[in-house]
């Protein structure tokens, strides 16, 4: 990412950080984020191709990035993958739970595993990364997390109930954590995007209708991009939002 005015965190140099869901869209963008202020990144996802080709474009530039192919609903494998990163790089202080699916649902169509399934992808999986991260924290004096919710919830959309109602289990989770290892010295904060026009959103959803809405609803004339959202994460991750945890820091040009 790495634009010449953007700012640089000398306290995530060198620091090692772990991105769930970094192979596309929000995810690379913080990916490419950190490794641009010299932070040794580890990132999961099930996009192969797409990590693969991230990792080793960055790794020619001399980044320190390592990729791993998983699947973040195995927790067993997505906690043995977070182990794996801290070996090779050293502690893990930075942890940013991002992956997430946002595919539109009918509530009159699921059935109890479709739900479990889709609680998995967008909440469960957060619990347990911060579960396997927490121990090397403590035992460093401290680091963050980085839950990513949405506003989707806030804004009483339909037509995703199990992806809503996982995302605003996050908010509750986030400050759950922030409780319990406060006192270690680790913040735990969420990150409420809008809508970001990432790859996925415009494929899927963006449309000659999109204008039109982003002028009614956000305050901002300007789209979202997957930029912003990483320049925000940064700050949370550095040693300059020393005093910030437990809190929802919405990003979404003023819709909410």
């Known amino acids: 990412m790495s634009e010449p005015n953007d700012a640089i965190y000398p306290s995530l140099k060198g620091r090692t950080i772990l991105v769930s869901g970094g192979a596309s869209g929000i995810g690379e963008a913080m990916v490419r984020a950190f490794s641009a202020q010299g932070a040794k990144v580890g990132f999961v996802d099930i996009l192969q191709q797409e990590g693969t080709a991230l990792a080793e474009e960055l790794t020619e530039s001399g980044a320190e990035v390592r990729f791993l192919v998983e699947d973040i609903t195995d927790i067993s494998a997505l906690q043995d993958a977070i182990l794996g990163v801290g070996e090779v790089f050293g502690t893990i202080t930075v942890l940013v739970n991002n992956a997430a699916n946002d595919t539109r649902h009918d509530w009159q169509s699921e059935t109890p595993r479709s739900w479990d399934d889709r609680v998995a992808v967008n909440l469960k999986h957060q619990f347990f ?114 005093m910030c945890t437990s809190q929802n820091f919405i990003i979404d040009g003023g819709w909410v």
């Open 129 to 242: 990364a911060i579960q396997a991260v927490a121990p090397g924290m403590i035992e460093a004096g401290g680091g963050s997390i980085i839950n990513f919710g949405s506003i989707s919830w806030r804004l009483g959309m339909g037509g995703m109930p199990a992806y809503t109602a996982s995302k605003a289990g996050i908010e509750a989770l986030t400050r759950s954590y922030a409780r319990d290892l406060g006192k270690h010295r680790i913040r735990v904060n969420a990150v409420l995007p809008g809508w970001v026009m990432t790859q996925r959103q415009l494929d899927l959803w963006v449309d000659e209708s999109t204008e039109r809405v982003l002028a009614e609803r956000q305050c901002l004339p300007d789209k979202l991009k997957p930029d912003d959202v990483a320049r925000l994460v940064l700050f949370l991750a550095s040693d300059e939002s020393a």
